[in-house]
């Protein structure tokens, strides 16, 4: 069985759905891969949608979700930023990306945060690789 990882923000309409976009194309071999919010907004943004599909990943089909609709145990969970708190999920490491959400700002942000999310992903799957997080 492989390991959990989550990727939670407020809204789960962009950071964590990036986030989601590039783990299942990049580390699906390595996680069952999810997302949540904890104040999940009705739908994916839509600039989010287009700067993904600028790195040829799709998330036009991927929906927003709560907590509630994760696993109740997660090996791994990486927030995004914004001083996201969610409530006690047991898990095995956290760690916080620290990202500013660009909602509501041009799509330069939404590259911006996009590539970060990117270079993230990349350095924790050679720590996970290398079993080093530190």
Known sequence: MKPKIAFIC?????RSQMAEGFAKK???????????????????????IS????KNIDISN?????????PVFINYII???????????PHDYQEDWELDDPVGRPIEEFRK??????????????????????
Do not use: H, W
Request: proline share 5%; net charge negative.
């Open 62 to 70: 991927q929906k927003t979700k709560p907590l509630k609709d994760i």
């Open 79 to 89: 927030t995004m930023g914004c001083g996201v708190s969610c409530p006690f999920i």
């Open 10 to 14: 407020i809204g789960n309409s962009c």
């Open 26 to 48: 990049y580390v699906c071999d390595y996680f069952d891969i999810f997302s949540a919010g904890t104040e999940p907004a009705e739908t994916v943004n839509p600039l989010a």
């Open 113 to 134: 945060t996009r590539d970060l999310i990117e270079n993230k992903l990349n350095d924790f799957l050679l720590r996970f690789k290398n079993n080093n997080f530190t």
């Open 51 to 54: 700067v993904m599909k600028e």
